[in-house]
Each structure stands twice: as structure tokens, then as C-alpha cells.
């Protein structure tokens, strides 16, 4: 089955900087969505993004398909921002709406 | 909207009983997955059901099961709890509009905390 890998497992930054998580896939994909784990283990939807690029707010996410990566950028990181980063797809081959998590990153900005 | 609910939130059981979770999905959401996050493996994709039928299953043994009412919402259960069953169990919602398939956005609600002693 498709593999994805996320990096970097953790990142801690101060308030204010930048940052780049990277979600690697191994086969095509037709649904790519990033998420934000929120302390108390909810999933917040950040973007829908199986390919192109979009923007909201300081959040942004390019998925190049062809290359089988996405990147999800953070601009002016704030405390709230910390908690735990999931890329997750679908592929052609599944059947309904299964999503495969990567393992995460974990994301800590410090005040 | 209201977004997907999921009761309870918090549940402690011992070995060997059994435990019924219910999620309710966003109003008009057709499709209802269910989850399993752990320490160890991550989150790993339980089943699906759309339209009362199971549509699609992870590789997760017969003691757990579900079903879907016709009101979409959902249920799923654990029977005969083992340790390694304790988790956060999250289950999402999606439209199903037409012939759409799973290229559509998932929503998640806010989990239920199982613990098994």
C-alpha cells in the first residue's frame, strides 16, 4: 500500500519564525489533506490540497503530484500553532473514503 | 453547522467487557469513518459506512464492528476490550456527493478516549 512519510518528526521554534513540514508519497494520490491535532486530540482540517497551492492566513500548502510531495509552510508562528502536524491521502485504489495518515510532526513554539 | 460529535468523550473499561461508541455526523454527510489513534501505530483507518452499509475495513480484527442508522450517525464497537485497545477513537464525516469518491474533504470530531484497565 502507498506510503507516507512526514518531516521533521519534531520542530521546536521560537515565536515569530518560520517553518516547512515535508509529506512524502509513494504512489498517486487524489486527496491530500493536512490537519492540526489540537492538545485535547482533535483533528482541525488546514487544507484540502491533492494538488496546487493554497493559502489561508499564515498557513499555506503546495502539493506537487507528479513529485508525490506536499509542503506545509507556517509564516509569524504563534504558541497556538504547537501541537502535532498529519498529512494524510487517498489513492484511486481506495475504495470510499480511507485516508493514510503519516506519522506526524510535532511542532513546539516557544514563547 | 454543528460539526461531528462523538459520545462519550472519555470511557474506562477493564479487560473483557465490551464498548459502544456513537458518532453523529455534519448534517447532510452521508459517509461515516471511523479511526483508532495510538502511541505506537498512529492513526489507522478502521471502516467506513455509507448509506447503513460497511463500505470499506482496516486491518483490525472481528471485535470491532459498527453499523450506520439511517440518519447517518453511527456507531462502533469493541467486544471483548484488551489492553492494546486503549486509544483515542476518532470518526469522521464526508458529503458522498455523486460519483465523487474520496476525493472529497473529511471532518473530524473531537474524539472519544478509551482506556482499558
Known amino acids: 500500500g502507498i506510503q507516507v512519510e512526514q518531516s521533521p518528526p519534531d520542530l521546536i521554534l521560537q515565536e515569530g519564525a518560520n517553518s516547512t513540514l515535508r509529506c512524502n508519497f509513494s504512489d498517486s494520490v487524489n486527496n491530500l489533506q493536512w490537519f492540526h491535532q489540537n492538545p485535547w486530540g482533535q483533528l482541525i482540517n488546514l487544507f484540502y490540497?491533492?494538488?496546487g497551492t493554497k493559502q489561508n492566513g499564515r498557513l499555506s500548502a503546495t502539493t506537487v503530484a507528479t513529485e508525490r510531495y506536499s509542503l506545509l509552510y507556517i509564516s509569524s508562528s504563534q504558541t497556538t500553532d504547537s501541537g502535532v502536524y498529519f498529512c494524510?491521502?487517498?489513492?484511486?485504489?481506495?475504495?470510499?473514503?480511507?485516508?493514510?495518515f503519516g506519522q506526524g510532526t510535532e511542532l513546539s513554539v516557544k514563547p | 453547522k454543528a460539526g461531528v460529535t462523538q459520545t462519550p468523550r472519555y470511557l474506562i473499561k477493564t479487560r473483557g467487557q465490551q464498548v459502544t461508541l456513537s458518532c453523529s455526523p455534519i448534517?447532510?454527510?452521508?459517509?461515516v469513518s471511523w479511526y483508532q489513534q495510538t502511541p505506537g501505530q498512529g492513526l489507522q483507518f478502521l471502516f467506513e459506512y455509507f448509506s447503513e452499509t460497511q463500505r470499506n475495513k482496516g486491518n483490525f480484527p472481528g471485535r470491532f464492528s459498527g453499523r450506520q442508522f439511517s440518519n447517518s450517525r453511527s456507531e462502533m464497537n469493541v467486544s471483548t476490550l484488551e489492553l492494546g485497545d486503549s486509544a483515542l477513537y476518532l470518526c469522521a464525516s464526508r458529503l458522498v456527493a455523486g460519483l465523487a469518491g474520496n476525493t472529497e474533504t473529511q471532518y473530524f470530531g473531537p474524539g472519544t478516549r478509551l482506556l482499558v484497565l
Open positions: 448534517s447532510g454527510h452521508r459517509s
Open positions: 494524510a491521502v487517498s489513492t484511486i485504489y481506495n475504495q470510499g473514503g480511507k485516508l493514510i
Open positions: 490540497i491533492p494538488s
